[in-house]
């Protein structure tokens, strides 16, 4: 990838994905208006890749902020790489399709660029997104993945998405799809927490050897979301190694956490709703780390999971038990 000139890299089915995505999860508490003002400020800054998710409960504000830009002719649909997710509730085949159609509904579009499994693990189906038993404790589902996939590879003939992916696949997981009798479609990605702290080196190997596009998400240490991440989690951008590098290259360890993963040929997503920090972010195709750089920051590798599902762990398509 020649990252100062190609800012997109070609899935194996032959669409395009701009390599820096803007990420449009925030914790409940944040407005949902949040997302529509920082998504029309991310546009403005030059992001085309807007990583959203059915889960999210803001794509009416995230679309709308498309539709926008769009009208004030800031950018074309063509221009935009969006990105949905099939939430863990309709994993069962029969309600894959309905589950992109509201998002597309909630949107205003009649299409997006890209729909993945958002995890291996269903849940129960329904109006709940966290369906809870009277104990509090998450309802899971047992659906076959390779049944949810062949629903995915439906809504991409009908052109409800240009392309299919997953999302917290494990490599196993991802070889039981790739070798699925009747294959018509391979993932193009595998969207999944990657930062110096989990940098997903053999993850990463396996999926550029079956040219599947790593996709990195909590790029930037997570929002340390407390419904999902453990207030004792380390601080990312707050690593010393990070900060001395930073200042090396006159930038900051966020501009740095991004870059590491555009060098190693990872699609990276950032989120903001700060206008500085979005700015900041998008600011890094001007400079380069050096090899030694590359080196030092794979060496803060600690397999740490800012996200692990805990709730999840005796599922049967838990995804985290395997070394990657
Ligand atoms: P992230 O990108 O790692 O970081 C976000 C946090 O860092 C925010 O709290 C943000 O706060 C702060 N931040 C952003 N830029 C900064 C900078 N330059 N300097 C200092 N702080 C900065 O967060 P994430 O939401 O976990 O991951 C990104 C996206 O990936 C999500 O929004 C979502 O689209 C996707 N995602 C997918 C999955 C999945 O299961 N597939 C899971 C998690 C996330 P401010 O807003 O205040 O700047």
């Known amino acids: 990838m020649d990252l100062n000139h190609n800012r997109s890299v070609k899935l194996n089915d032959g669409n395009l994905m701009p390599v820096l995505g803007f990420g449009t999860f925030a914790p409940d508490e944040i407005p949902k208006s949040k997302a529509n003002e920082a998504t029309k400020i ?11 998710a059915y889960l999210y409960q803001n794509e009416e504000e995230v679309g709308q902020a498309l539709r926008d830009k769009m009208a004030d002719g800031t950018v074309k649909r063509e221009d935009l790489f969006y990105t949905t997710k099939i939430w863990a509730t309709f994993l069962r085949p029969e309600l894959v399709r309905q589950c992109l159609e509201r998002s597309l509904k909630k949107l205003g579009l009649d299409y997006v660029d890209l729909c993945i499994i958002h995890v291996p693990i269903a849940m129960k189906p329904g109006e709940e997104l966290l369906p809870k038993d009277a104990k509090g404790e998450i309802i899971l589902d047992v659906v076959d993945i390779r049944d949810t996939w062949e629903a995915l590879e439906k809504c991409k003939d009908l052109g409800l998405t240009k392309s299919i992916g997953v999302s917290n696949f494990n490599h196993k997981q991802l070889e039981m799809i790739l070798n699925k009798p009747g294959l018509k479609y391979k993932p193009t990605c595998n969207q999944v927490e990657c930062h110096p702290y989990l940098n997903q080196s053999k993850l990463l190997e396996f999926c550029k050897s ?60 950032a989120k903001s709703f700060n206008e500085k920090r979005i700015k ?26 800012y996200d692990s599902m805990p709730f999840a762990v005796d599922h049967p398509y838990y995804p985290f038990l395997e070394e990657y």
Do not use: C
């Open 210 to 269: 079956r040219d599947i596009v790593l996709v990195a998400y909590s790029a930037l240490g997570s929002s340390r979301d407390p419904t999902w991440v453990s207030s004792d989690s380390p601080y990312l951008l707050e690593e010393p190694i990070l900060k001395t590098i930073a200042k090396k290259h006159n930038r900051t360890p966020g501009q740095v956490a991004l870059r590491y993963q555009l060098q190693r040929g990872v699609v990276v997503l």
């Open 280 to 305: 900041e972010n998008f600011e890094v195709f001007d400079f380069e780390l050096t090899a030694e750089d590359m080196k030092v920051i794979d060496g803060l590798n600690r397999n740490y999971r």
């Open 42 to 52: 991310a546009i403005d800054v030059g992001f085309r890749h807007i990583d959203a």
